[in-house]
T-cell receptor, first 111, second 115 residues
Framework: SQQGEEDPQALSIQEGENATMNCSYK?????LQWYRQNSGRGLVHLIL?????REKHSGRLRVTLDTSKKSSSLLITASRAADTASYFC???????????FGQGTTLQVKP | ETGVTQTPRHLVMGMTNKKSLKCEQH?????MYWYKQSAKKPLELMFV???????ENNSVPSRFSPECPNSSHLFLHLHTLQPEDSALYLC??????????????FGPGTRLTVT
């Protein structure tokens, strides 16, 4: 079964608004990562949060991790049209030794 | 630029052809990966190489054959593919250590169409 599942599958907002994407997973993890993919391109790593961390910031990005609920959220503040992309969470567990990707959230930011 | 390059960027091949995808990483990483990305599906891990040794083969059909001659280069040899193999094939690299997997760096992908 899939480890990471993003919600919503698609999100459309106006430039300047905040965008929040959620990721849920099923088994224990060592870290959770968020990636961005522009249409038809490779994925770009955004941020990694370890299982003993609760919140992390990087520029306009804020990631939270709640291991008790097995969930994470990615917040993009003051969105820009250039943020239009698909966003994926990926979970790593030393039990499996694998990085498992979810299906992603497609974000559209309208100018 | 992520430091991972892939060639070709686009490939159209017939079901009887043989072709190869190439990936090169300039980051000094010790692990390299092949992923398949199809529409409406999660990213599928195909192969993992760690220090040039294959450590993962996720039940991939034998018509896909990986090769890792050194820690900087990775190939995916293709032969007698099926139309359902049409997808974006992504290569990635990372530095793996005792603490496990850290961030992966992806190439731009090869868009493969099998006719």
């Amino acid at each position: 079964s899939q480890q990471g599942e993003e919600d919503p599958q698609a999100l459309s907002i106006q430039e300047g608004e905040n965008a929040t994407m959620n990721c849920s997973y099923k088994t224990s993890i060592n870290n959770l990562q968020w990636y961005r993919q522009n249409s038809g391109r490779g994925l770009v790593h955004l941020i990694l949060i370890r299982s003993n961390e609760r919140e992390k910031h990087s520029g306009r990005l804020r990631v939270t991790l709640d291991t008790s609920k097995k969930s994470s959220s990615l917040l993009i503040t003051a969105s820009r049209a250039a943020d239009t992309a698909s966003y994926f969470c990926a979970t790593y567990s030393s039990n499996t030794g694998k990085l498992i990707f979810g299906q992603g959230t497609t974000l559209q930011v309208k100018p | 630029e992520t430091g991972v390059t892939q060639t070709p960027r686009h490939l159209v091949m017939g079901m009887t052809n043989k072709k190869s995808l190439k990936c090169e990483q300039h980051l000094g990483h010790n692990a390299m990966y092949w992923y398949k990305q199809s529409a409406k599906k999660p990213l599928e891990l195909m192969f993992v190489y760690n220090f040039k040794e294959q450590t993962e083969n996720n039940s991939v059909p034998s018509r896909f054959s990986p090769e890792c001659p050194n820690s900087s280069h990775l190939f995916l040899h293709l032969h007698t593919l099926q139309p359902e193999d049409s997808a974006l094939y992504l290569c990635a690299s990372s530095q793996e250590g005792l603490a496990g997997v850290y961030e992966q760096y992806f190439g731009p992908g090869t868009r493969l169409t099998v006719t």
